[in-house]
């Protein structure tokens, strides 16, 4: 660690913080830390398919003091495309190298979709598809990262008309774990987790029906968005640039997804500087979502209950003490409505959700 610039204390820090994403007690970060220092490392294959890079981007240029540094020391990277110095002959022969001196040890990561159309023709490294080389290292990996969601469900390569038949990773391997890490980027913490997690207990991490870690993907962003009071007191952002965007209020009229979409953005937030989307003034796209993302439109509204207008979303106004019993009339409809909203969206959070179900790895 000390030889990539990461010092001891930002070395544990890295690791609480792993550790309390991972969902684990504090206290496991002193077992968290030490799978880190393994002096073993696991060999991982990185292949690239259908995608813009921004998935290994997002983890190479994070500012956190030496976080990419810390993710390639902890794993032995024996091919990388972006990454490795060798190109041509040199790198097919390092990816042969690894299959054959890695066997059934190696962990595979995916970034990008695989086109399947025309046998695949749309997608080809050193001669071969990207169908063929999934399937052959695929055979002798002991797990699968889809890193992305177009490695996990097809991302903006399978948007409909879908020309090169993009799809992700797990619906073309059906015999080996897959872990979908989705977001578009995803969170790189969230990537380093799941090693941690692998690195310590042995094992992949539980998942839910999407094959997401159920740590990270595990809850609604909209549970704990900065956000929220505005929503629950009915308060909204109605156009971009006006007083309720300028005031921060609530996206949900400008198409905010937040209420569809498992992921701890609004907890972990990015860049190391505590931005995710919504704090910055856009709404959830749903990034993390194979049935939102691209397949709603930005401005789309998900659905949270059955809307009765016309009070669904009433104006709503700052209280002023000594003004009209209207302009309090108004606040109070807001608040109430506003109320109903979020009581619903409490109500179908009690509901059975699809992604409830936990699947052991
Ligand atoms: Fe896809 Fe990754 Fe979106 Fe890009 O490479 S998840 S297009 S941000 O980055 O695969
Ligand atoms: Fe936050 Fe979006 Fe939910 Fe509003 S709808 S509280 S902006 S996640
Ligand atoms: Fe993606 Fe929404 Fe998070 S767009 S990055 S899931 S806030």
């Known amino acids: 660690m000390q030889r990539v610039n990461i010092s001891r204390r930002d070395f544990i820090k890295i690791c609480i913080k792993t550790t309390a994403l991972m969902g684990l007690p504090y206290g496991m970060y002193t077992k968290v830390a030490e799978a880190a220092e393994k002096v073993v490392k696991p060999p991982v294959v990185w292949l690239h398919f259908q995608e813009c890079t921004g998935c290994s981007e997002s983890l190479l240029r994070s500012n956190h003091p030496g976080l990419s540094?810390?993710?390639?020391?902890?794993?032995?990277?024996e091919y990388h495309e972006t990454l490795m110095a060798g190109s041509g002959t040199q790198a097919e022969k390092s990816l042969q190298n690894a299959v054959t001196e890695y066997k059934d040890s190696y962990i595979l990561v995916i970034e990008g979709a695989i086109p399947t159309k025309e046998n695949g023709v749309y997608c080809q490294i050193g001669g071969k598809t990207a169908l063929e080389l999934l399937d052959e290292m695929a055979k002798n990996a002991v797990g699968?990262?889809?890193i992305g969601t177009c490695?996990?469900?097809?991302?903006?390569?399978?948007?409909e008309p879908n020309p090169t038949g993009a799809v992700g990773v797990w619906d073309i391997i059906k015999d080996k774990s897959i872990i979908n890490i989705p977001g578009c980027p995803p969170n790189p913490y969230n990537f380093l987790s799941?090693?941690?997690?692998?690195l310590t207990f042995n094992k992949f991490p539980k998942l839910d029906k999407s094959n997401r870690p159920l740590f990270a993907y595990g809850r609604k962003i909209h549970e704990h968005c900065e956000r929220r009071p505005h929503f629950d007191a009915?308060?909204?952002?109605e156009k971009y640039g006006d007083e309720g965007h300028k005031n921060g209020y609530c996206l949900y009229k400008l198409g905010c997804k937040g209420p569809s979409t498992f992921a701890n953005c609004s907890v972990l937030r990015f860049n190391d500087v505590g931005v995710w989307p919504v704090s910055v003034g856009h709404p959830c796209i749903g990034c993390t979502e194979h049935s939102i993302l691209f397949k709603k439109s930005i401005d789309e509204k998900v659905q949270i209950h059955n809307p009765t207008p016309p009070d669904t979303y009433p104006t709503t106004k700052?209280?002023?003490r000594g003004k009209g019993a209207d302009t309090i009339t108004a606040a109070v409809v807001g608040t109430v409505a506003g109320a109903a909203l979020g009581a619903g969206a409490v109500l179908a959070k009690k509901l059975p959700k699809e992604d409830d179900c936990e699947k052991e790895n």
Do not use: H, M, N
Request: hydrophobic share 55%.
């Open 69 to 77: 540094e810390f993710i390639l020391d902890l794993v032995s990277l």
């Open 144 to 146: 699968i990262i889809s």
């Open 151 to 159: 490695a996990s469900y097809g991302g903006i390569q399978a948007v």
């Open 194 to 198: 799941v090693i941690l997690y692998y």
């Open 234 to 237: 009915g308060r909204f952002a």
């Open 318 to 320: 700052p209280i002023e």
